[in-house]
């Protein structure tokens, strides 16, 4: 069950609660357990959701999913619970969600240092709702973890409509919201793949690429002026596991120099991980990435995926690690260097590169030899764009190719200028009366590449 806080003080949730409210069948009950004020009195219930009013603002709301526990027959905790609030802010009209509680002190609700449980998974699916219902003047995004509630109990997000009265009065932007916090139903609140923030700016834009971009959700998020308000992280190690625990991650992305901070993020059995990681890794299991990053190198160091990764299943969990014929990508690459990384990446479990990972060499891993026979035998293909034969016997590739020799026509008393141009280009030429072939000053030239 999702749980809905609608505050009474904040004008925007109300008209988010009245749209949640006309947009689908609600059931209605009196809860006299409680004062009307602190989410008692009358309750919108209908499947998989359960709506309650406050008169507090959200953030001054602790121990929030009390309420909802046991209310109406609800066996268990709500699944998630979602504040329907306004957003204030010099940003124009906005959409956003985002998670709650301190990293340092307390000045909007919540506790110092305490954080609220996060749900990466339900809050990754609320901006792909909010990216298809937003009005067009609106823009969709997330922030960082930046006031209370710190104990609310389940995991829980703030879903905003923003960002000044003209926003919080428009009943498009109010129904967008209430639209997208709908869709939520049977949405998990985590799903495997989540990752912890630092560093950045308030609306996290590397953080808000992550999420929309790849297969990892982000927990809490710590921006610049969050991370100056917790002060030294060796101070505060338990707020920094906190948010780790919280979050249900195992790693972070920590955004611009902070040693101090990624020293301790390591010393609580964490991983700090780039944004070229987590890119890199979408998609790919992660017991795969672990055994290829001790087998090979580091993603950091150059290692890419290849497309046999994602669908890549073998009950004994074995590969093999060859040698890529370097010579031979040395050649293809000038002919055509974004085909033969097609062509390596094809071909492949995974692959070392070089130059900032934009060329493959090195070593790389395949299925078996096929996978190997299959690669050499295309960049060969590849090869017969530049030569004018391809042969490939007993572990060498063997490229002809027939071209202009200079030095044969100046034997012939050919100078450089017009006349070379003519004859490398196959037309004959007249010197001295006497007509020179293009066939007559052409040597074959021959490569050899072993693999």
């Known amino acids: 069950m999702i749980a809905i806080v609608v505050s009474d003080a904040d004008s925007a949730s109300v ?29 919108y219930t209908r499947e998989g959701f359960e709506l309650r009013e406050f008169d507090a603002l959200h953030l001054e709301i602790e121990e929030t999913a009390e309420p909802f526990r046991d209310s109406t027959g609800h066996p268990e905790d709500p699944d998630l619970l979602v504040f329907a609030s306004r957003h204030s802010g010099d940003t124009g009209p906005l959409l956003t969600a ?12 919540g506790t110092e ?63 967008a919201v209430a639209r997208g ?11 495997e793949r989540q990752i912890v923030g630092f560093g950045g700016g308030h609306y996290v834009p590397r953080f808000t690429r992550i999420e929309r971009e790849t297969d990892w959700a ?20 338990e707020v920094i596991r906190r948010a780790f625990e919280e979050s249900r991650a195992e790693r972070a992305v920590v955004e611009g120099e902070y040693p101090e901070l990624k020293r301790v993020i390591r010393e609580l059995g964490y991983d700090v991980v780039g944004e070229t990681w987590v890119r890199e890794t979408t998609g ?38 060859i040698d890529l014929p370097d010579e031979l990508l040395v050649e293809t690459q000038g002919i055509d260097a974004d085909e033969t990384r097609e062509i390596v990446s094809a071909h492949t479990i995974a692959f070392e590169t070089e130059q ?40 060498e590739i063997v490229a002809r190719t027939t071209t202009f020799d200079p030095e044969k026509a100046r034997t012939l008393g050919i100078e450089e200028g017009p006349a070379f141009g003519k004859l490398s280009a196959g037309q004959s ?15 074959e030239e021959v490569l050899r590449f072993d693999w």
């Not at 689908?24 to 309750?43: I, Q």
């Not at 916090?181 to 799903?191: C, F, N, Q, S, T």
């Not at 790389?364 to 690669?375: F, I, K, Q, T």
Request: hydrophobic letters at 35%.
């Open 15 to 43: 008209h988010i609660g009245d749209h949640l409210l006309d947009l689908a069948d609600w059931e209605t009950h009196e809860d006299d357990s409680r004062p009307d004020a602190e989410g008692g009195g009358t309750v």
């Open 98 to 109: 985002h998670f709650t509680g301190n990293f340092g002190p307390a000045e909007y609700g």
């Open 113 to 175: 240092g305490g954080l609220a449980e996060t749900c990466p998974n339900a809050h990754a699916r609320l901006l792909d709702a909010f990216e298809e219902y937003a009005p067009e003047s609106y823009e969709v995004g997330m922030e960082c973890t930046h006031h209370g509630p710190s104990e609310v109990g389940v995991p829980s997000l703030f879903a905003e409509l923003g960002s000044d009265e003209s926003e919080w009065d428009d009943p498009e932007g109010a129904r």
């Open 181 to 191: 916090i709908l869709d939520l139903a049977g949405v998990a609140p985590h799903r």
């Open 218 to 237: 982000v927990g809490h998020i710590a921006a610049d002026w969050v991370l100056d308000a917790m002060g030294s992280p060796e101070q505060n190690r």
């Open 284 to 321: 790919i299991p992660l017991e795969l990435v672990e055994r290829l990053e001790s087998d090979l190198s580091g993603i950091s160091e150059g290692l890419r995926f290849g497309g046999l990764a994602a669908g890549y299943e073998n009950d004994s969990g074995e590969y093999e690690c």
């Open 356 to 395: 900032s990972g934009t060329r493959a060499g090195g070593r790389a891993v395949v299925r078996g030899p096929s996978d190997r026979e299959a690669l050499v035998a295309e960049l060969a293909d590849l090869l017969g764009e530049k030569y004018d034969s391809v042969a490939r016997d007993d572990g």
């Open 429 to 443: 030429v007249t010197v001295g009366g006497d007509e020179i072939d293009p066939e007559t000053v052409q040597s």
